[in-house]
């Protein structure tokens, strides 16, 4: 497949999709063009796929792989509680790889890009040995109203959403539902915007529960407790819903006078524990929690 031709490929894909309001130029100029509404605050994000890093051509198809790329950046869009705007996705492969396999893998990305009503805006394309994706993501949120990790204080509750363990106890069996949330993760897109008016502090789960509760802590200055109360995703271990990584629900925190909903965006909510005053230091069920999730350069 020739570059001219693939691009015409990409552009007729993104001329499918809705654009956003304030997206003035999308795909076929040098830059995408956003015009900033007033009074909102814009988020961006950027996230590599990589072969043989994030998945492997034998375990993963294209769709899979676009998928992927586009739900890891929506997932941060999610965690910060901002409605997604635009996209450029660049995409760097080796010779080899198929027509078919770059049809799968923008249409894959598409359809998930159409479901959140996220415009592809631009992108890069380049030869490289392994597959590699870099999906950049903007979105926005009334202005100062985003979702960040530096804002819990103790006292508050500290919430996620859905269940944990899913996505690394799929990496093992290799089939079934948690095998599928492995592959296909879905971004908690909905459930972000609703948090947004009740949580104090959020992320998203990308690396694990301990290692990313770890992160929260230390950009709030505080620590934590949990009870040892998790929703832990059926055929997962305690340990897979503690360190496992690639879950994408919202860990999130609540001031401790809010009701915590039992659903948001049909999503169950699970109160796990509550913040402390003691910086960084995490326990469970009386016990220290090291943080073990998962690091690229551990
Ligand atoms: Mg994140």
Redesign the pocket.
Known sequence: MRETDLIRMIRGFAQQLPGRTGLIQGVGDDCAVLRPRPNEDLVF?TDFVIEDRHFTTDTHTAGDVGHKALARSL??LA?MGAEPVFCLVSLAFPQKLTQPWLRGFYKSLMDLAGRYKIALAGGDLARSERITVDVMCCGRTARGRAMLRSTARPGDSICVTGELGGAAAGLVSKHGPNWLRQKRPQPRIEAGLKLRTIATAG??L?DGLSLDLYRLCEESKCGATLDGRLPIAKGASLEQALHGGEDYELLFTVAPQVRIPKKIAGLPLTRIGAITNTPRKITLAGEPLRPLGFDHFR
Do not use: E, K, Q, V
């Open positions: 994000t997932s941060d965690a992320m998203d990308s």
